[in-house]
């Protein structure tokens, strides 16, 4: 599909999410200004600094991969790469706009593109596998819990409809798409080491930001268990993957309000003023990146 015809139906989907988030804002804001006010400074630094921390370990999952692989990259390099691709991704208008970011440095530098290529789609599957696995807390409260009225009906009414071509696209895509990924994964299933190192810094990633969420709840008086943040927010992760927005900006937000409200238990405006955090406080993160994109486009070839 050419880049103009996909990136249209994304347009009109961020519009449409953000058009609601800006209706429920609006709805609410004086107790969304207020939960905002309860996390303080203190709340604020705390969650910052653990989504830092989400932000280098992501930093460490790619740079056990690329060395696995035999890349002689050097801890600095998978810093600045990383970061210039979490700092890109907040402006590019793709899902994958960081990691064509980090391909192009990566390539830049002298490396087989091949397998770096190789190895952000390994990088992806590992980040989706990690989260898969926290996936079953969320199950498990949503099944104990009754789906609301209004958005069963909604679902039950409106859904199939409008989801069955692209449900048609997605299958269809998936199936030209399963072959590369096992080819992408085959060089890392032969070395489980580097995977299992991988994947033990997703879950260091998972940790921070879960803890992170969990720091604004408490600073705004909601009393929500860690594991509950982990299931609420491992069911809104997946839904955002689907490419129905730029970055997914709007629609995580509305996914992360929707399941901490009805499954999480907390307040709306609550849901509402930790999305809005959860979306600052990572590009406040990727900061540093901008400092490296420019090294990056002048850097010289090995």
């Given at each position: 599909?050419?880049?103009?015809?996909?990136?249209?139906?994304?347009?009109?989907?961020?519009?449409?999410?953000?058009?609601?988030?800006?209706?429920?804002?609006?709805?609410?804001?004086?107790?969304?200004?207020?939960?905002?006010?309860?996390?303080?400074?203190?709340?604020?630094?705390?969650?910052?600094?653990?989504?830092?921390?989400?932000?280098?370990?992501?930093?460490?999952?790619?740079?056990?991969?690329?060395?696995?692989?035999?890349?002689?990259?050097?801890?600095?390099?998978?810093?600045?790469?990383?970061?210039?691709?979490?700092?890109?991704?907040?402006?590019?208008?793709?899902?994958?706009?960081?990691?064509?970011?980090r391909?192009?440095?990566?390539?830049?530098?002298?490396?087989?593109?091949?397998?770096?290529?190789?190895?952000?789609?390994?990088?992806?599957?590992?980040?989706?596998?990690?989260?898969?696995?926290?996936?079953?807390?969320?199950?498990?409260?949503?099944?104990?819990?009754?789906?609301?009225?209004?958005?069963?009906?909604?679902?039950s009414v409106?859904?199939?409809?409008?989801?069955?071509?692209?449900?048609?696209?997605?299958?269809?895509?998936f199936?030209?798409?399963?072959?590369?990924?096992?080819?992408?994964?085959?060089?890392?299933?032969?070395?489980?080491?580097?995977?299992?190192?991988?994947?033990?810094?997703?879950?260091?990633?998972?940790?921070?930001?879960?803890?992170?969420?969990?720091?604004?709840?408490?600073?705004?008086g909601?009393?929500?268990?860690?594991?509950?943040?982990?299931g609420?927010?491992?069911?809104?992760?997946?839904?955002?993957?689907?490419?129905?927005?730029?970055?997914?900006?709007?629609?995580?937000?509305?996914?992360?309000?929707?399941?901490?409200?009805?499954?999480?238990g907390?307040?709306?405006?609550?849901?509402?003023?930790?999305?809005?955090l959860?979306?600052?406080?990572?590009?406040?993160?990727?900061?540093?990146?901008?400092?490296?994109?420019?090294?990056?486009?002048?850097?010289?070839?090995?």
């Open positions: 599909m050419p880049p103009g015809k996909n990136l249209l139906p994304r347009l009109l989907g961020t519009l449409i999410a953000a058009g609601l988030l800006v209706f429920w804002l609006l709805q609410n804001w004086a107790e969304v200004v207020e939960s905002l006010q309860k996390v303080g400074w203190a709340g604020l630094l705390a969650a910052f600094g653990l989504t830092l921390m989400s932000r280098l370990s992501t930093v460490g999952r790619w740079h056990t991969l690329l060395r696995s692989a035999d890349v002689p990259i050097r801890t600095r390099q998978s810093l600045e790469l990383t970061f210039a691709g979490l700092f890109a991704a907040n402006f590019l208008p793709t899902t994958v706009g960081g990691d064509l970011v391909f192009a440095g990566g390539v830049r530098l002298g490396f087989d593109g091949a397998i770096v290529a190789a190895s952000l789609v390994a990088d992806r599957l590992v980040g989706m596998a990690g989260m898969a696995t926290a996936l079953p807390l969320g199950l498990y409260q949503l099944l104990r819990t009754p789906l609301p009225l209004p958005a069963a009906t909604a679902v409106t859904l199939p409809p409008l989801l069955r071509r692209p449900a048609d696209w997605a299958w269809t895509r199936l030209k798409v399963w072959h590369s990924l096992l080819l992408a994964l085959q060089l890392w299933l032969s070395r489980p080491r580097g995977l299992l190192m991988a994947y033990l810094f997703t879950w260091g990633n998972m940790l921070a930001v879960f803890l992170a969420v969990w720091v604004l709840f408490q600073r705004m909601e009393s929500i268990p860690l594991w509950l943040v982990a609420c927010w491992a069911m809104s992760y997946f839904p955002t993957l689907l490419p129905v927005s730029i970055n997914g900006m709007g629609v995580q937000e509305l996914t992360l309000t929707f399941f901490f409200v009805n499954y999480g907390v307040s709306l405006p609550s849901a509402l003023a930790m999305a809005a959860m979306r600052l406080l990572p590009a406040l993160a990727s900061l540093p990146g901008a400092f490296f994109v420019p090294g990056l486009l002048t850097a010289n070839k090995k």
